[in-house]
């Protein structure tokens, strides 16, 4: 009897062997992370990041931007440039080239907008998003003094020279008028290709012509004719899809309107309050 006890708990205990081994405990499910913050990657980040707006300018298109006698940069745009970095909480850059580079440059991210007179045009805005305009100047035809050729309305465009940079915002509307475009880079190459001869006609808005006739008063231009029908609406590009850049370029554009900033520049500059639409649009 006692035998068959021994033997009986022997076996009891080897069952009980054999279970736990072949019983694994399962690990505990590891806790789920928390997700990590998703850092937001767009250029108004990259800006931020970097701690500077890197803007495209001329540099020779007085009194929008310029070098001054002391070697900085100085002008309209470049005081509205310098306020809009301030808003981001950034510092800002100039770089720069010449005009029918500068939109080029945004694409290249060689600069991260360009704040040099530009008109959003229909055109422009199927490649760029613009902000709300912060400048409007008047278009006019500018010729030889004399109108040797009696220009005095869009109609009498047609054939004939106009110098202009092939990305000029109405380079596409004087070539439906049926005028032919001389290319030039600047301002001085613009005005001297009427005076000699080798144009017939510029597009030098109301502030371009009275800057430069203040500064070359011996230049033999004159206004054909004032378009009054339109206006240029001058803005900031920023690339397609970058709305929270776009946000921050109008937030700060309304600040400067709102704090009479903006018309304070204008007057400084233009000696006019240029910031509001003259056709009421």
């Not at 530009?118 to 035809?141: H, I, M, N, W």
């Not at 397609?240 to 018309?263: D, H, I, Q, T, V």
Request: charged share 25%.
């Amino acid at each position: 009897m006692k035998k068959k006890l021994i033997v009986l708990l022997s076996l009891i205990l080897m069952v009980s062997l054999f279970t736990g081994c072949a019983k694994k405990e399962e690990a505990a499910p590891a806790a789920e992370e928390a997700p990590a913050e998703t850092e937001i990657a767009d250029q108004l980040a990259d800006i931020q990041k970097a701690g500077k707006l890197v803007v495209g300018i001329e540099g020779t298109y007085p009194p929008f931007n310029f070098v001054d006698d002391n070697g900085n940069y100085a002008g309209y745009d470049v005081d509205v440039a310098t306020a809009v970095a301030e808003h981001l909480g950034v510092e800002v850059e100039f770089v720069m080239a010449e005009w029918d580079a500068l939109l080029v440059g945004i694409d290249s991210k060689r600069w991260d907008t360009v704040i040099a007179d530009v008109t959003a045009t229909a055109e422009r805005r199927e490649k760029y998003d613009f902000s709300d305009p912060y400048l409007y100047t008047g278009r006019q035809v500018v010729v030889k003094t004399g109108n040797p050729l009696g220009l005095k309305s869009l109609d009498d465009l047609n054939g004939k020279k106009v110098a202009t940079n092939t990305t000029n915002s109405w380079a596409s509307k004087l070539e439906e008028l049926g005028a032919t475009i001389v290319p030039i880079d600047n301002t001085d190459q613009c005005a001297q290709a009427v005076i000699n001869g080798s144009a017939d006609f510029c597009m030098f808005n109301n502030i371009v012509m009275g800057e430069y006739l203040k500064n070359h008063p011996e230049a033999e231009l004159e206004v054909a004719f004032v378009i009054d029908t339109d206006v240029n609406e001058v803005s900031i590009p920023c690339r397609k899809g970058e709305e929270r850049l776009l946000a921050e370029y109008n937030a700060a554009l309304a600040e400067l309107r709102e704090s009479g900033k903006l018309a304070e520049l204008s007057e400084k500059w233009f000696y006019a309050d240029l910031t509001n639409n003259p056709l009421g649009n």
